[in-house]
Nanobody, 127 residues
């Protein structure tokens, strides 16, 4: 059974940093992209960042570009999201996602492209 488990969420002040980690188990995810999304109260799930295998090509949403960095360790089946310069509008539940096939272009940013999801971790940024 495929399982993704996020960790690292919490409460931080504006301008602070958090590092989210996601560990995958059940099968090796090194062949396919992994991503991070978030969902605020009453809002749709929002793409943040995705990273492909091997060459580690990364895509970012404009809202987090320059502040967030995604990385992966395929030996450990983990993907990490380093979040800096956090703002109150970054408050949301953050989800890790793993694809089951290759993705390119705009497909990387679509939630429907990802077959596996973690349970989410809360990030709260106080003003």
């Amino acid at each position: 059974q495929v399982q993704l488990v996020e960790s690292g969420g919490g409460l931080v002040q504006t301008g602070g940093s958090l590092r989210l980690s996601c560990t995958a188990s059940g099968r090796a995810f090194s062949r396919y992209p992994m991503g991070w999304f978030r969902q605020g109260p009453g809002m749709e799930r929002e793409f943040l960042a995705a990273i492909t295998r091997a060459e580690g090509h990364a895509d970012y949403a404009d809202s987090v570009k320059g502040r967030f960095t995604i990385s992966r360790d395929d030996y450990k089946n983990t993907v990490t999201l380093q979040m800096n310069s956090l703002k109150p509008e970054d408050t949301a539940v953050y989800y890790c996602a793993a694809a089951s096939f290759f993705l390119i272009g705009n497909a990387l940013s679509r939630p429907a492209s990802y077959a596996h999801w973690g349970q989410g971790t809360q990030v709260t940024v106080s003003s």
